[in-house]
């Protein structure tokens, strides 16, 4: 049910716990997550540009959801955080972000992503994450004709009593296919992170909806310290001030909302700048900033990203 998938990726502040939010917030960034930034944004090969915020930013997202319940989205991003947690050198971090040649090897012609060891590989380039521990965040590597997931099991969509359904009101099971009939993965998603619960009946299929009054489109406000956005057809709301007491619902220049830690100094257009080696950023409402020098790099540059500016380290 790639609907529900798309819910997931919705606002990012949603998923994160009062732990990492208390953690995070301001300029007490862990030290592991300035330096995979640093890496991310740095390292020639490693071909991210969406600047340093966005990349802790990243981090932060799924490192509060991951924490028993995951889907192939945050399994993807987890399997990466933890790979790169454990370097601090290019040569190290590359192979967290790129097939190595042993790898690469397995994308023959019409060959999408292939398992390797519990390992996903992407064989198209121009996806940044290269790589996939499904096993190493407690998936399988599941082969679906030229393609690869990572999931639970193996299901198909013949399966009964459903190729989707409910656990309960909390978790939703998905069997996602990438063609019809082929093996698929099962995916599954805690409706409860999404501030709704997990909804269906026969022969409908099971989704995450919100328990509020019925909603169209795509709202997205705030009332009081909640978010409130429509989550299939019902309002779905997350009390901030329940993640962190210092923490209200903002809505940012880009229209979204999230939750800010108090006082708001700035958002996710915040314009990031580079001063000698030093590069400033916004991380949950609050200015931060991060010396690339101390992660082995010379300096940092900035490029436009429309409305904005971004930076990384150089080499």
Same mark, same amino acid.
């Given at each position: 049910?790639?609907?529900?998938?798309?819910?997931?990726?919705?606002?990012?502040?949603?998923?994160?716990?009062?732990?990492?939010?208390?953690?995070?917030?301001?300029?007490?960034?862990?030290?592991?997550?300035?330096?995979?930034?640093?890496?991310?944004? /740095?390292?020639?090969?490693?071909?991210?540009?969406?600047?340093?915020?966005?990349?802790?930013?990243?981090?932060?997202?799924?490192?509060?959801?991951?924490?028993?319940?995951?889907?192939?989205?945050?399994?993807?991003?987890?399997?990466?955080?933890?790979?790169?947690?454990?370097?601090?050198?290019?040569?190290?971090?590359?192979?967290?972000?790129?097939?190595?040649?042993?790898?690469?090897?397995?994308?023959?012609?019409?060959?999408?992503?292939?398992?390797?060891?519990?390992?996903?590989?992407?064989?198209?380039?121009?996806?940044?994450? /290269?790589?996939?521990?499904?096993?190493?965040?407690?998936?399988?590597?599941?082969?679906?004709?030229?393609?690869?997931?990572?999931?639970?099991?193996?299901?198909?969509?013949?399966?009964?009593?459903?190729?989707?359904?409910?656990?309960?009101?909390?978790?939703?099971?998905?069997?996602?296919?990438?063609?019809?009939?082929?093996?698929? %993965?099962?995916?599954?998603?805690?409706?409860?992170?999404?501030?709704?619960?997990?909804? /269906?009946?026969?022969?409908?299929?099971?989704?995450?909806?919100?328990? /509020?009054?019925?909603?169209?489109?795509?709202?997205?406000?705030?009332?009081?310290?909640?978010?409130?956005?429509?989550?299939?057809?019902?309002?779905?709301?997350?009390?901030?001030?329940?993640?962190?007491?210092?923490?209200?619902?903002?809505?940012?220049?880009?229209?979204?909302?999230?939750?800010?830690?108090?006082?708001?100094?700035?958002?996710?257009?915040?314009?990031?700048?580079?001063?000698?080696?030093?590069?400033?950023?916004?991380?949950?409402?609050?200015?931060?900033?991060?010396?690339?020098?101390?992660?082995?790099?010379?300096?940092?540059?900035?490029?436009?990203?429309?409305?904005?500016?971004? %930076?990384?380290?150089?080499?």
């Amino acid at each position: 049910m790639k609907k529900t998938l798309f819910i997931f990726a919705a606002p990012v502040f949603l998923a994160l716990p009062m732990f990492l939010l208390t953690t995070c917030a301001g300029s007490n960034i862990p030290l592991d997550m300035l330096k995979t930034a640093a890496l991310m944004s /740095g390292c020639p090969g490693s071909d991210y540009r969406d600047g340093i915020g966005s990349a802790i930013h990243l981090m932060t997202i799924y490192e509060g959801y991951h924490i028993r319940y995951t889907d192939s989205v945050s399994a993807v991003y987890m399997g990466f955080i933890n790979c790169a947690k454990n370097t601090s050198t290019c040569d190290a971090f590359l192979p967290c972000v790129k097939p190595t040649p042993q790898q690469a090897a397995l994308c023959t012609d019409g060959v999408q992503s292939v398992c390797l060891n519990g390992t996903l590989i992407n064989c198209d380039p121009s996806v940044y994450l /290269g790589v996939e521990f499904c096993m190493d965040v407690g998936l399988a590597c599941i082969t679906e004709g030229n393609s690869a997931q990572c999931g639970y099991s193996i299901c198909t969509t013949k399966m009964q009593p459903a190729y989707n359904f409910c656990a309960g009101n909390q978790l939703l099971f998905d069997c996602e296919n990438v063609q019809p009939d082929v093996n698929g %993965a099962w995916i599954l998603t805690d409706c409860f992170r999404l501030g709704g619960v997990c909804v /269906g009946v026969d022969p409908e299929p099971s989704i995450c909806q919100g328990q /509020g009054a019925d909603c169209t489109g795509d709202l997205e406000q705030c009332s009081g310290t909640n978010i409130q956005q429509c989550l299939n057809g019902k309002i779905s709301s997350i009390d901030c001030s329940t993640l962190d007491p210092s923490f209200i619902c903002v809505i940012g220049e880009d229209q979204h909302a999230g939750c800010y830690s108090v006082p708001v100094t700035c958002d996710q257009n915040f314009s990031e700048t580079c001063s000698g080696s030093v590069i400033s950023f916004c991380q949950l409402g609050n200015i931060a900033t991060l010396d690339c020098s101390d992660y082995g790099f010379t300096g940092c540059g900035v490029q436009s990203a429309g409305s904005h500016n971004i %930076a990384f380290c150089k080499p």
